[in-house]
T-cell receptor, first 116, second 115 residues
Framework: GAGVSQSPRYKVAKRGQDVALRCDPISGHVSLFWYQQALGQGPEFLTYFQNEAQLDKSGLPSDRFFAERPEGSVSTLKIQRTQQEDSAVYLC??????????????FGEGSRLTVL | KNQVEQSPQSLIILEGKNCTLQ??????????LRWYKQDTGRGPVSLTIMTFSENTKSNGRYTATLDADTKQSSLHITASQLSDSASYICVVSAYSNFGNEKLTFGTGTRLTIIP
C-alpha cells in the first residue's frame, strides 16, 4: 500500500477485555516496529520484527502484551486483560532496512486505545 | 538510562517568523539523530536524519544542526507557516544488544503558529 495502515483507529475497551490492534506496513518493508505513546509523551519502543522474526521484545511492559507477524507482512499487537494504564496511542512503523538498522521509519496514524 | 530532553515544551509564534527548537540527549552508543513532525492525531513524519559526522542538514524551511561533542541538536524553522503548527519530536538512535537500533524519543515541542 501507499503507507502504513493501522486499524482500528479508535478502540474503547472495558477493563479486563482483550484487544487486538492491526498494522499493515508498506509493501516490501522488512522491518516493523510497535510503539506506545501516552498522552503528551513521546513514543516508547515496544517490539521489533524483521520479517516474521520478533528480534526484540524488550519494550513490552508485561506478559499481557503479545505481538506477532506470522507471514512477515501484517502484524497484530494483542493486549490481554486490559488495564486503565494501557490507555495510549499504539503506533506502528515500518522500514525497508534489512541490516538491523532502523533506517527511515514510516509511521501509521496509530490506534488510540481507551480502557474504561 | 538513555534520555532525550527538548525545550521549550511549547512555543507560539507569528506566521512568517523564524524559531529554533532545542534537543539535548544522553544516549549511547550513538547512531543517529532524527527530527520528526507530528500533527495532532497523526503519526510522526520524518524531517531529517543526521549521523555522527553531519553537523547540519536541511529539508526545505527546516534546518537541523548536531553537535555530537556537547550532545545537542537544534531544529530551525524559517518563515513559519500555519501548517507548521505541530509537535516536533527529537529522536536519538542507539545500537541495542539485539543488533537493532533502539530509538529514544523526546516528549516534543508543541509549536503553534498564529496568523
Amino acid at each position: 500500500g501507499a503507507g502504513v495502515s493501522q486499524s482500528p483507529r479508535y478502540k474503547v475497551a472495558k477493563r479486563g477485555q482483550d484487544v487486538a490492534l492491526r498494522c499493515d506496513p508498506i509493501s516490501g518493508h522488512v522491518s516493523l516496529f510497535w510503539y506506545q505513546q501516552a498522552l503528551g509523551q513521546g513514543p516508547e519502543f515496544l517490539t521489533y520484527f524483521q520479517n516474521e522474526a520478533q528480534l526484540d521484545k524488550s519494550g513490552l511492559p508485561s506478559d499481557r502484551f503479545f505481538a506477532e507477524r506470522p507471514e512477515g507482512s501484517v502484524s497484530t499487537l494483542k493486549i490481554q486483560r486490559t488495564q486503565q494504564e494501557d490507555s495510549a496511542v499504539y503506533l506502528c512503523a515500518s522500514s525497508s532496512s534489512t541490516s538491523g538498522t532502523t533506517g527511515e521509519l514510516f509511521f501509521g496514524e496509530g490506534s488510540r486505545l481507551t480502557v474504561l | 538510562k538513555n534520555q532525550v530532553e527538548q525545550s521549550p515544551q511549547s512555543l507560539i509564534i507569528l506566521e512568517g517568523k523564524n524559531c529554533t527548537l532545542q534537543c539535548n540527549y544522553t544516549v549511547s552508543p550513538f547512531s543517529n539523530l532524527r527530527w520528526y513532525k507530528q500533527d495532532t492525531g497523526r503519526g510522526p513524519v520524518s524531517l531529517t536524519i543526521m549521523t555522527f559526522s553531519e553537523n547540519t542538514k536541511s529539508n526545505g524551511r527546516y534546518t537541523a544542526t548536531l553537535d555530537a561533542d556537547t550532545k545537542q541538536s537544534s531544529l530551525h524553522i524559517t518563515a513559519s507557516q500555519l501548517s507548521d503548527s505541530a509537535s516536533y519530536i527529537c529522536v536519538v538512535s542507539a545500537y541495542s544488544n539485539f543488533g537493532n537500533e533502539k530509538l529514544t524519543f523526546g516528549t516534543g515541542t508543541r509549536l503553534t503558529i498564529i496568523p
